[in-house]
């Protein structure tokens, strides 16, 4: 089983996903919103408690995390560039590879091995389930999940 991860301002969404790239499936979906965002160091450790859960109670065998490149101010690093090195540091704990990937890479078809000209969030759409919050980050988290397989 594959994690995937994409953050967002004070909160990240999850998308396990097992099976292979032409059979692949959804195994659960999360969106984590973060209540300690008035601490830096009660944040801090929230997304650790976090992370850590999610890899414990799933064993997922590789995390893909999506990276910002315009981390350009304070509440772009907190939001970020903070959660990203607390990820890498709990892979590293457990012994799991992580994987940073771009908007830009999910956007190939080639990743997914799909015709010229497809949208892959318009692809990854068929495999939605009933949450909340589907658009964008639901949608980041299952591709950067699925360019694992």
Known sequence: MILGICLESEAFQAALVSGSKTAPKLEQRYIC?????????????????????LID??????????IHYDVKNQAGLINH?????????CCHVRGLELTLVTVQKLKGVTLFSLPKGTSTY????????????????????????????
């Open 33 to 53: 919103k973060n209540p300690e965002t008035a601490n830096l160091a009660r944040s801090a450790s929230w997304y650790e408690n976090r992370f850590f859960q």
């Open 57 to 66: 109670n799933h064993s997922p065998t590789e995390i893909v995390a999506k």
């Open 81 to 89: 560039g903070f959660p990203l090195g607390i990820l890498a540091k």
């Open 122 to 149: 318009e692809w990854i759409d068929q495999y939605k389930d009933t949450q909340p919050y589907w658009k964008n980050s639901g949608r980041i988290a299952t591709l950067a999940a699925l360019s694992k397989l």
